[in-house]
Each structure stands twice: as structure tokens, then as C-alpha cells.
């Protein structure tokens, strides 16, 4: 395929790469220069393009609290091993398990169940996986054996494992490109601070009202948060009701694969052989609307004869389900994300950076748990818990520098582009957050192998965390805004990967340290983390042309995808 050409001034375009866009109008009428909507939403007013601000952020609160909850969840088990040790006798070795066990499950589910979501919807996964997690936080409080402790992880993982996909998925059905960088930093840093917060309250509780007291507060949690849910989150799943296709501004033009020709056509239709239509993103500086009124591509328009739906038809658990009753278009969800992780760069890169951070965050993490209880430490579980404030540090100043950075860099390296939005922008983030990692990883692996003071250790675990919270909510958003069509099947190869690796750092991490010592596997690890995040130069240079040379795999693959935001 040839590389493609644009010219932005005559306003037609070419063969853009998927993902490129224009995002902002410099020649507008008025003088002034204006963000452009992208995606282009459809002129109904139940698109969640098109949603009043409060119910976009309101969903959008509901998806941060299930994924803290799940993060949180995951998290609170470490402060309870001391004391669950005491009482039930389970080795180091066995507790280790269980939580890499967990880690494995994390990525089961999420090929298991995420075909689910792409078939039936956002909110029924949603309630069904908070409902499980409500259930199994009871069961986590009566556990009396090893088998009880294997079998808490593997449920609950498996079914939290929605937390780490699906934010992702909703955030790209409601939110325009230009907002989702603060949008999916919000979303890590409630994931990342939710863990240490639910480290620092168990340790709390486990020492003063007993471990199992750790497990009814969550218990009591996420039956609110399955309430909150089960009446207030809607459906952000859009399939256009009939009477809308006349209305939409994006007809389905042709059969199969295919780039506009230099007609200003904003994308091109496809479809596959089970008959299910998707529009694909292919997005040009022009959009020329076939139907209806000239289109203001600065703001959203709503066509009024459309009904808005009531409350009722908003929280039903069918409306996100997809009219495709075949086996096999489910099915083919359990393998496509591997197709995507093995032939499209920035999948596998999502997928190995999100990976060695999360994996070198689980190792810092259990080995604070495992090391500080020790001389010269000698911590209890609430002064173990208190090791979660440097997270949160760190995390919270990470995101809030990392996620409006990223937007504005958006806007203004695009405004030196003539307007043209490359997702690629936003990888230059990681010039400034890339030296904070090796740093902060070597100073806690240096500190907990040699004993040094603890609030030397507490440093090292801040500056790590200033440093992966930007850079991971940069990759989410860089893989989201490059392949917005198939982002579901993506973030499975990615959630797949991201836990391999968690899974096989955490079982090999005990017997690793008693054969080299705990400095040296840090060392270890963050030379295969360095080496993973210089990557991103490669991408920098030659993303746009890997994009390009990925284009016709990304139609294929979207012309597979469910029918949402098609029309007939």
C-alpha cells in the first residue's frame, strides 16, 4: 500500500491511516480556530456522542467507581497475609500464588467475557460482574482454606478482569478524541490510587477489627456501588434505531474495504460476509453529507423528530444488544484480539509497555509486603499499609501533569500540522515521564535489598509511579485514537499480555530472589522495561507508516465487528 497523501489546503485527503483526523478548522469563517468533533456523531439524540454533559460524566463516574472497585479489590489482600497466616497457616509461597493466580485470571476473563460485551452490550457485564464481585467479597470473609483462597482470586479476577477493557471501550463510545487523554488519565489514576488506598484502609482494619472485617467492608461497598449501577448507568453501546439512519450523517457507502477517493468523503462502509455493517474511521479533512442539512462539524446537531428514550428504555439490559444472532461472529472475539496483538505494532507495544509496568508495580508491590514485615523493617499490617501513600503520591502528580499535557499536545502540535490530528503526538509525553521509571524502580529495589531507611524506599516508589501513570494513560489513548473500530478486541490482546507477564514475574519472583537477590532481579526487570519503552522513538518515526501499511488488516477486521453506529 502505497504511503498516504494529504492535502489538507484543497481540504481532501487520500488514504489516511486509520486514526488520522482532522481536529481542528484553521480556515474557519469566523477567523477563529475550532475544534473539530471526532468521531463525527450522528444527529440522534440517544448517541452518547451526543449526551448532555452530566449524564457523559455521570457514566463516566459509575466506570471510574467499578474499576477502582475492582482495583481496590485486588489490591486489599496483601495487608491481610500476616494476619491470615497466623490464623489459617498458609505458606509465603501459597499466598504468592494466589495472587499470581489472580494475575492469570485477569486475563482469562477478559477473553472469555468481553465477547459478551461486544455482543450484548456494555451494562449488562457491568452489573453482572459487580453483582459476582459483591458475592464473592462475602465469601472472602468466610474463607477457611487453601482451596477457598485459590478459588477468591481466580473469581474475582476473572470477572474484574471487565475493569481493565471495558473504561477503555466506554470512554471511546461517548468522548471525542481531543478529551479522551484527561478522560483515560482520570480513569489510571483512580485505578492506580484505589490499590495503595485499599492497601493503607486494610492494613487499618485487619489490625483493628481482624482481617475478615477487610472483606465485609467491602462486601458493604459493592453492594452500594451494584445499586448505583444497576439504576443509574445506561447503555453506551449505539445502535441507531431505524428511524434514525435517515438522519445520520454517515451513510453506508459501498461493500468492502476500501479509502475515499478525493471526493471529501469522511469514511467508507463495509461490510462482511454475516451481514453486519460498521462504518470505519478513515476520516478525512472534508465530510460531505449525502443526506440532510450541511453538517457544523464544531458541534453536535440533533435531529428533535427522533424520540429521546425514557428512563426505562435508557437502563435496559437489551439495548445494547446486537441484532447478529451467528456463533461465529461471537466466537471469532476469543481469537481476533491475538490476530491484532501479532499484526499491528501499536497493539503489541499497548500490550508490552501496559505489561512490564503493571508487572514491575506487582513485584514492587509484593515485595514491600513480603520484605517490610522483616527485620530491619519489622512493619505490622498497618504501617505496611502506610507504604501505599508514596503510590498514591506519585500517581496523583503523575496524572495530573500527564493527562492535560497529552491533550494539549494534541491540539498543538496538530494546530503546527495544519489541523491534522496524528495519534502519534501524543507518544512525545514519554520524553519527560521515561527517566522517573529506572530511577524510581533502582532506588526501591537498591533500598529493600540493603535495608535502607524506609522513606528512601517510599521515594523510589514515587518517582516509579510519577513516571507509569502518564505513560500508561498516554498508550491507552495512543492505541484507542489509532484503531477506535476494534478497540474491544484490542484491549484483550492487550489485558492478555499485560498479565502474562504479571502472572510469571509474581510465580517466579520468590525463587528468583533467592537465587540472586532482590537488587539484581529489579535490576533484571527494569533493563526489560527500558528496553520495551524506547519503543516509542521507533513509533515516533515510523508510527504514521506502520498505520498506513496496517490499514486494509484494521477494515477487515472492523467490517467484523458488531454493528454500532451503522446504518442501513
Not at 485527503?13 to 468521531?39: C, F, H, R, Y
Not at 446537531?301 to 461472529?329: F, M, N
Not at 522483616?374 to 499490617?381: A, G, I, L, V
Request: net charge neutral.
Amino acid at each position: 500500500m502505497p504511503p498516504p497523501q494529504v492535502d489538507v489546503d484543497a481540504g481532501i485527503a487520500t488514504m489516511w491511516p486509520p486514526g488520522t483526523v482532522l481536529i481542528e478548522d484553521v480556515n474557519a469563517a469566523s477567523g477563529k480556530k475550532e475544534i473539530i468533533l471526532q468521531p463525527r456523531p450522528s444527529t440522534n439524540p440517544n448517541d452518547p456522542l451526543n449526551w448532555a454533559k452530566w449524564r457523559k460524566y455521570l457514566n463516566f463516574a459509575i466506570v471510574c467507581l467499578y474499576s477502582a472497585m475492582v482495583s481496590e479489590f485486588t489490591s486489599s489482600a496483601t495487608p491481610t497475609w500476616g494476619p491470615m497466616q497466623k490464623e489459617l497457616g498458609f505458606s509465603d509461597d501459597e499466598l504468592n500464588n494466589s495472587y499470581a493466580i489472580g494475575c492469570a485470571f485477569l486475563g482469562i476473563g477478559s477473553v472469555l467475557l468481553i465477547p459478551f460485551a461486544l455482543k450484548l452490550g456494555r451494562r449488562p457485564l457491568y452489573l453482572v460482574s459487580t453483582i459476582v464481585q459483591f458475592l464473592v467479597a462475602i465469601w472472602s470473609a468466610k474463607q477457611m482454606t487453601y482451596g477457598d483462597l485459590m478459588g477468591i482470586n481466580i473469581v474475582q479476577c476473572g470477572f474484574g478482569a471487565l475493569g481493565e477493557v471495558m473504561v477503555q471501550m466506554t470512554i471511546a463510545d461517548v468522548f471525542f478524541v481531543h478529551q479522551r487523554g484527561s478522560l483515560n488519565s482520570i480513569y489510571v489514576w483512580l485505578w492506580k490510587v484505589a490499590a495503595p488506598l485499599g492497601s493503607l484502609l486494610a492494613g487499618y482494619v485487619s489490625l483493628s477489627r481482624g482481617w475478615r472485617w477487610v472483606w465485609w467492608g467491602n462486601a458493604v461497598f459493592i453492594g452500594a456501588l451494584a445499586l448505583i449501577v444497576a439504576f443509574l448507568y445506561e447503555e453506551t453501546k449505539f445502535i441507531p434505531e431505524p428511524e434514525s439512519n435517515a438522519s445520520s450523517i454517515h451513510p453506508v457507502e459501498s461493500e468492502g474495504a476500501s479509502y475515499p477517493e478525493k471526493s471529501g468523503k469522511s469514511g467508507s462502509g463495509v461490510q462482511n460476509g454475516d451481514g453486519i455493517q460498521t462504518r470505519t474511521d478513515t476520516n478525512t479533512s472534508a465530510i460531505i453529507e449525502e443526506k440532510g442539512p450541511t453538517t457544523n462539524l464544531h458541534e453536535t446537531q440533533i435531529d428533535k423528530s427522533i424520540p429521546e428514550r425514557t428512563y426505562l428504555e435508557k437502563v435496559s439490559l437489551t439495548r445494547g444488544v446486537s441484532s447478529d444472532a451467528s456463533l461465529k461472529s461471537f466466537t471469532r472475539h476469543m481469537y481476533q484480539p491475538f490476530i491484532l496483538l501479532g499484526t499491528i505494532p501499536a497493539v503489541a507495544f499497548t500490550a508490552l509497555v501496559y505489561g512490564i509496568l503493571i508487572a514491575l508495580g506487582d513485584v514492587i508491590s509484593t515485595s514491600i509486603s513480603t520484605y517490610m514485615k522483616k527485620p530491619p523493617y519489622s512493619f505490622n499490617s498497618a504501617q505496611i499499609g502506610l507504604m501505599s501513600l508514596p503510590k498514591i503520591i506519585g500517581v496523583t502528580i503523575g496524572c495530573v501533569v500527564g493527562g492535560p499535557l497529552s491533550d494539549w499536545l494534541v491540539v498543538f502540535l496538530s494546530r503546527r500540522n495544519k489541523g491534522v490530528y496524528e495519534p502519534e503526538t501524543r507518544l512525545w509525553c514519554f520524553c519527560l515521564f521515561l527517566p522517573l521509571v529506572p530511577a524510581g524502580a533502582i532506588l526501591t529495589g537498591i533500598g529493600l535489598g540493603n535495608g535502607l531507611p524506609w522513606p528512601l524506599v517510599a521515594l523510589g516508589v514515587v518517582l516509579y509511579n510519577m513516571g507509569i501513570s502518564p505513560i500508561n494513560s498516554v498508550v491507552l489513548t495512543y492505541l484507542t485514537d489509532s484503531y477506535q473500530n476494534v478497540i474491544g478486541d484490542a484491549l484483550v490482546g492487550v489485558t492478555v499480555v499485560r498479565n502474562a507477564f504479571s502472572t510469571a514475574f509474581i510465580f517466579a519472583l520468590t525463587p528468583w530472589i533467592r537465587k540472586i537477590g532482590i537488587t539484581y532481579v529489579f535490576v533484571i526487570i527494569l533493563l526489560i522495561s527500558v528496553l520495551i519503552l524506547g519503543q516509542f522513538a521507533v513509533l515516533l518515526k515510523w508510527g504514521k507508516s506502520f498505520r498506513a501499511r496496517c490499514a486494509s488488516r484494521y477494515e477487515y477486521y472492523s467490517a467484523r465487528q458488531y454493528k454500532e453506529r451503522a446504518v442501513e
